[in-house]
């Protein structure tokens, strides 16, 4: 049996509420602010995140050396191979750095080779992407990694032992012997002496790293002294930001996303003027929220089921006929995961049914199928359950490949990773990613022990708590706060995401009405009304059936404690306000 999920409010800092109430945010607001942050230390680059906030790339280590070793590289004749990883951020990395490359710094297109991984083969640069590079018939000036390569100096070390210099740009944990001795240039915040922001994701590396290639070719004189900014392309770091899931408490990466989505929304460029054809999300500007589910999913979706330069290729479109011609791929792979995913998801609850128990402190569940899709699964689990999940897939050649979701905020995935491997050094074929999110591969043989040091890893992080389903709320809200004007300053505190979470409160309701509704019949419809409220509002509760036909959870007159979000609801040219419900119990 799952444990009930417990619903339990955020604590609010009295020094930084009071701080929120001086910088002038209103009374909700300032609640808000003080149950995300400890301190009031940052507060106005924190609720006010602009560019000229960012801290200087200079204090990302080695981001000088390694810009005077890309401008090198493009001043010579030789080509610059860009290698990256296969998600959002890595996509949205060879992006960045593409586009710095032939637009900024005027490299011709001829001399750019544009390597990104493939799932199949695994994290990082592989055995597979080395043999592409050795393959290349003209000199080579520089290999320049982005969202990878901390942890692969044997591939790194082929490459240097053919002569080609490495600069890596990564923003994954560091392996115990430290960066890549073979790289000619490691440029990573994890390293223990860089004083840069640890949370930020890739491409928010990479485009630190190429901000400081045009300083260093403006003063060699390469580029004039009033060469443009990199601001446009903050559009896309944003976006890989956003899908990464790092820290949206950071200023940094809140000024990062901010100014993206100003560059997004104004609809100037190929790529976003065709999905807002595809999605004008009802004519209301694009958000992080927005980005995460409906842009980085059909973007992840394409490594997942197919071949992901589509996803480069609907960033990269030089018009909009273009950029729709790759979008209906993509979105023709999303659909395709989506038919993938519905049965993975199926033999996955059913696994997770017959290993958990209420002593559980994590799940590894051993699945056949597409391994894409394995990091939905472990989130899926992870969040039903309560548990850190690793949702692995068997490769059929005697391995399995993992993905873990820490799930538990203060659970460090990757620490734990690193503790197994020093248990039974030789368990991991490969392994990556950082606290929230993790990756790995082992031998098939091998999936009980890692079950088992899996578990006592947890229990080392976690103590004697184990853990359960936890749902945080920012507490309840009066009935007279219940409008508009609520929605209204939520939204001026964007961006929301991880760390940064989008505001929900609790409350006691009385149901009106209430009917299933959509495709799948799985989706409730309700009138709601507020306790000592005389004015009804509508509701919307996703996922509240497990199959069409099912049994209402609660009917009319019944009350139900509700945990929701405050929406906007625009129909038809009219704005009203609506919740969307994420837990609802009957009282």
Request: glycine letters at 6%; a negative charge.
């Amino acid at each position: 049996m799952i444990k009930p999920t417990r619903i339990i409010q955020r604590h609010i800092n009295p020094k930084v509420y009071q701080s929120a109430l001086e910088l002038g945010l209103t009374p909700i607001q300032a609640r808000l602010v003080a149950q995300r942050l400890e301190t009031d230390e940052d507060l106005t680059q924190t609720v006010y995140p602009q560019l000229k906030h960012l801290q200087h790339p200079l204090q990302l280590k080695n981001a000088q050396q390694a810009a005077e070793l890309i401008a090198d590289a493009i001043e010579s004749d030789g080509l610059i191979v860009l290698a990256t990883d296969y998600d959002t951020d890595g996509v949205t990395s060879a992006w960045v750095a593409h586009r710095a490359l032939l637009d900024h710094f005027g490299v011709d297109k001829s001399r750019l080779i544009h390597l990104i991984g493939e799932r199949k083969n695994g994290y990082g640069i592989t055995d597979e992407m080395c043999d592409e590079i050795l393959a290349l018939q003209q000199p080579i000036s520089l290999v320049i990694s982005a969202d990878q390569g901390s942890s692969d100096e044997p591939r790194i070390a082929r490459l240097a032992q053919a002569g080609i210099k490495v600069c890596i740009t990564d923003h994954h944990n560091l392996p115990e012997e430290g960066p890549p001795a073979s790289a000619t240039c490691t440029v990573n915040p994890q390293q223990a002496d860089c004083e840069y922001d640890k949370t930020i994701a890739g491409c928010f590396v990479i485009f630190l790293v190429m901000s400081q290639v045009r300083h260093a070719l403006i003063q060699r004189g390469y580029l004039k002294p009033d060469a443009p900014s990199l601001k446009s392309l903050t559009r896309h770091v944003a976006l890989g930001t956003i899908a990464d899931s790092v820290s949206l408490k950071s200023p940094n990466n809140r000024a990062i996303v901010l100014a993206g989505l100003q560059q997004i929304n104004q609809f100037d460029h190929p790529s976003w003027q065709a999905f807002r054809l595809f999605n004008n999300n009802n004519d209301l500007p694009y958000n992080a929220e927005f980005l995460a589910f409906h842009v980085a999913s059909r973007i992840n979706a394409a490594s997942r089921v197919n071949d992901v330069t589509s996803a480069f290729h609907f960033l990269n479109a030089d018009d909009i006929e273009q950029a729709q011609h790759h979008l209906q791929q993509l979105e023709a792979d999303n659909l395709e995961r989506r038919q993938q995913q519905e049965g993975m998801m199926q033999q996955a609850y059913e696994k997770a049914a017959a290993l958990y128990h209420p002593q559980r402190f994590s799940l590894a569940i051993a699945l056949e199928g597409n391994a894409g899709i394995q990091g939905i699964i472990a989130s899926r689990v992870g969040e039903k359950y309560g548990v850190p999940t690793v949702a692995m897939t068997d490769l059929n050649d005697g391995t399995l490949a993992g993905s873990g979701r820490g799930v538990v905020p203060e659970m460090d995935l990757i620490q734990a990773f690193n503790w197994i491997e020093a248990q039974q050094p030789g368990l991991f074929i490969a392994k990556g990613g950082h606290k929230g999110a993790a990756g790995c591969q082992i031998k098939l043989d091998d999936y009980p022990r890692f079950t088992e040091l899996l578990e006592q890893a947890v229990k080392i992080q976690l103590g004697e708590r184990i853990p359960s389903p936890v749902i945080e709320t920012d507490g309840e809200l009066e009935a007279a706060h219940l409008n508009l004007d609520l929605v209204f300053q939520i939204d001026q505190l964007e961006p929301y995401g991880r760390e940064w979470p989008q505001p929900q409160f609790e409350g006691k309701f009385k149901v009106l009405d209430v009917r299933p509704i959509g495709k799948t019949q799985t989706h409730l419809s309700l009138r709601l009304l507020p306790e000592n409220a005389n004015q009804p509002i509508k509701a919307v509760y996703f996922g509240a059936l497990d199959q069409a036909g099912d049994a209402l959870p609660f009917t009319q007159h019944d009350w139900v404690k509700c945990v929701y979000q405050p929406k906007l609801n625009r129909y038809m040219g009219r704005d009203s306000l609506q919740l969307m419900i994420q837990v609802a119990l009957k009282q």
